[in-house]
């Protein structure tokens, strides 16, 4: 479902069966019994400290010193359905999920921005950021999404895509 490599090299594989990490030819796989919130995974993304960071249909986790740390609803989020994750060049986490809109994690807190702060769907498929710092967001049916100083400004099929929803 996702791919990822890391600092040092490492390749991060997301399956069915959960987080595998492909290290000098060798596999290694962590699931539910290590820790991680449902199998499924669906985003990885590396953070500045070189920890993980884990998209699940039951919720983000966060995988540093051989540990796992999740979060879901009782942490502040307003879906566990976890899509797609970015994290931009001042460190912040972006999360997409599947019908909570997209979350910002900073300092430890979570913040949802969804239709009501002017994104046109929110169930968000894909996250990515530009070399200028906006925050781009592929949704489900609403098509596309730029972020820029606190202001989204919205793409769709009637300013010329050819499908609402964007994947990638």
Request: include cysteine; aromatic fraction near 10%.
């Amino acid at each position: 479902v996702t791919l990822a490599e890391d600092r040092e090299d490492n390749l991060w594989i997301g399956t069915e069966g959960g987080l595998v990490c492909l290290r000098n030819g060798q596999i290694k796989t962590y699931a539910t019994r290590e820790g991680l919130p449902n199998n499924e995974i669906f985003a990885i993304a590396e953070d500045g400290d070189g920890s993980l960071w884990i998209g699940t249909h039951e919720g983000l986790s966060h995988f540093a010193n051989g540990v796992f740390r999740n979060y879901d609803l009782k942490d502040g989020m307003p879906s566990a359905y976890v899509r797609c994750l970015q994290i931009t060049s001042d460190g912040t986490l972006w999360i997409g999920t599947n019908g909570g809109g997209l979350i910002r994690r900073n300092a430890g807190q979570f913040h949802a921005f969804s239709m009501r702060d002017g994104l046109p769907s929110n169930a968000i498929a894909s996250l990515r950021q530009d070399n200028r710092g906006s925050l781009w967001i592929g949704t489900f049916g609403g098509g596309l999404a730029r972020l820029y100083d606190s202001t989204f400004t919205s793409y769709s099929t009637k300013d010329g895509l050819p499908a609402g929803d964007v994947w990638s």
